[in-house]
């Protein structure tokens, strides 16, 4: 399945209709690689913080697990991109590629991931919109960082270049996507809260869960920025 870029670029509906319909096709791809990549690191965020309440740490060791989590995040973050450019480009991949790539972008993808956390959040609290709009204009780092091989510097400007005709549509459709991300994650605590799980297992099962819907929101960025380059590419040309 290729994600169709020939169609008018103003709705935020089709936009959130194509990342449905590329996360339901490659489904399988997906999980796949992300149950692969990240499942010793769900387990050992989930038995990290079982272990450390039951010992009593202090509560500053909690972060711990979670820091350890943010860490290794690129890794599967560039993987997940690498599947998906391959996906809409007709290739075929493999899991020890996918991983390989991650490893050669951590260390660049982590700076940026870490910087545009840090100005997301400086914004969301002044009065949450000025974060919104950060988030938005420096979202195709990632990108910019995994498949033009950008440093941090020249990738969070670029995402600020290119992301400007998209800026309120991807806002609008991350948003969406988070509030519903939410929302399966409160069902499912509920539910496993109703059935009385053991807590490890159920921590672990909504965070695999958890872990592939929210591919979605890599799936929708990605299209925003397929969608800003060859914009990019009409200007120059």
Same mark, same amino acid.
């Given at each position: ?166 800026? *309120?549509?991807? +806002?609008?459709? &991350? @948003? ?7 929302? #399966?994650?409160? !069902? /499912?605590?509920? $539910? ?8 490890? *297992?159920?921590? +672990?099962?909504? &965070? @695999? ?7 979605? #929101?890599?799936? !929708? /960025?990605?299209? $925003? ?13």
């Amino acid at each position: 399945m290729v994600i169709k870029t020939n169609q008018p670029e103003n709705t935020v509906i089709q936009r959130l209709t194509e990342t449905f319909a590329f996360f339901r096709t490659y489904f399988i791809d997906i999980s796949k690689f992300l149950l692969a990549v990240t499942f010793p690191v769900i387990l050992l965020e989930a038995f990290g913080a079982y272990y450390l309440t039951k010992a009593g740490a202090p509560i500053e060791m909690h972060v711990l697990p979670s820091v350890i989590a943010f860490i290794y995040q690129p890794v599967y973050t560039a993987g997940l991109i690498y599947l998906i450019s391959r996906k809409i480009n007709g290739k075929t991949w493999n899991l020890k590629e996918g991983f390989s790539f991650g490893l050669t972008c951590w260390g660049n993808l982590l700076f940026v991931n870490t910087l545009t956390l840090f100005i997301t959040l400086l914004g969301l609290f002044a009065f949450i919109l000025p974060g919104l709009f950060l988030f938005a204009r420096l979202s195709m780092a990632q990108f910019c960082v995994v498949l033009e091989r950008l440093n941090p510097k020249e990738a969070l400007i670029r995402s600020n270049q290119i992301s400007k005709p998209f800026t *309120f549509q991807i +806002i609008g459709c &991350s @948003v969406f996507i988070t509030l519903t991300l939410l929302i #399966i994650d409160l !069902l /499912l605590q509920y $539910f496993f809260g109703r059935v009385s799980l053991n807590h490890n *297992f159920t921590m +672990i099962i909504t &965070s @695999v869960i958890f872990l592939i819907l929210s591919a979605n #929101i890599t799936i !929708l /960025l990605f299209r $925003f920025y397929d969608l800003a380059i060859k914009k990019d590419q009409r200007i120059l040309h």
